[in-house]
């Protein structure tokens, strides 16, 4: 599929694989694909980033790599490793017929065939369907010296294996990285791309996202849900609900055929919005249902 043409075009785009986004994360997924830079999204745990990568790799029909990012991760897992057993087996099976050109074997040792791609070095390869989407999901949980590597990653859009010599897309990946703001990342990585911040979206972006992604949910539920989730993010909460949350929990209460919320369906179903033992503890006794009838009192007559 060709890459949209406009504004409006890339949030019908999103819109249809469920991905409800307002004009201003809409322009900036625009520009990127338009300028061909980096896109560079922050924000609280939840609240879409990963997912729109998804979206876009699936409106654009491109394929999605995905590279998670956890502390430690180093230049050799994120872009390739030899596949070591196997060439100890092509050692020994080379010994055992004996008369093997040491040099003939080295080189073959050291060709694709025993090389694993990891998410950098697949996002450098030749795709007949165009360059991939790749999402560096979660930065900010390396390290600083793997943000210094992908500097030239993202600068030249290449990645150098000794054993072989540098790879360069043919096409530049559509780039997606995400942090979740645990830490600062450097500057120098930021100036390389376009930046924005995904922020909860209001109460009526929220109830369509609601819509699109459980459409089976009656309105005045749909409203209840999302009018509590947005008053419990006013609490004092270790981990505060995002939307995905939001979701998982109108699917629950579906499941459970609930048609209004209520404190004693609230109390039940908590580990759905909430994840620490500390904020569930919060919501307890009567504050469940004060936040409900605050929650409530903000609904506007149907």
Not at 38 to 61: D, M, R, Y
Not at 150 to 176: H, M, N, R
Not at 255 to 283: C, H
Request: net charge negative.
């Amino acid at each position: 599929m060709t890459q949209p043409v406009s504004i409006d075009a890339v949030q019908q785009m999103l819109g249809r694989q469920g991905y409800v986004c307002g004009r201003a994360l809409a322009t900036v997924v625009f520009l990127s694909l338009k300028l061909g830079r980096p896109l560079f999204l922050e924000g609280e745990a939840g609240v879409g980033k990963t997912e729109i990568a998804k979206a876009l790799a699936s409106g654009l029909n491109r394929r999605l790599i995905r590279l998670q990012c956890y502390e430690g991760l180093d230049a050799p897992s994120a872009v390739y490793e030899w596949n070591f057993p196997a060439q100890m087996v092509a050692i020994r099976t080379a010994e055992a017929a004996g008369g093997a050109d040491r040099g003939a074997l080295q080189t073959e040792l050291f060709s694709d065939e025993y090389l694993i791609e990891r998410p950098l070095l697949q996002a450098m390869r030749p795709d007949e369907n165009g360059a991939p989407v790749l999402l560096i999901d979660e930065l900010d949980r390396t390290d600083e010296p793997f943000e210094a590597f992908l500097l030239e990653a993202l600068s030249d859009f290449q990645v150098t294996i000794p054993e072989l010599g540098t790879v360069a897309a043919p096409e530049p990946p559509i780039v997606i990285v995400t942090s979740n703001r645990t830490r600062e990342v450097h500057d120098a990585l930021k100036r390389r791309c376009l930046y924005h911040w995904v922020d909860y979206p209001d109460f009526e972006r929220e109830i369509e996202i609601l819509h699109a992604r459980a459409p089976e949910a009656a309105g005045g539920l749909s409203r209840e849900v999302v009018a509590f989730v947005q008053r419990l993010r006013t609490e004092d909460l270790f981990k505060k609900p995002g939307v995905a949350e939001t979701i998982d929990w109108a699917k629950c209460l579906l499941a459970l055929d609930v048609m209004n919320l209520s404190p004693e369906v609230i109390g039940d179903t908590l580990g759905a919005i909430l994840k620490y033992q500390d904020d569930i503890q919060k919501l307890q006794g009567s504050e469940a249902k004060r936040i409900l009838d605050e929650a409530k009192a903000t609904l506007e007559p149907v």
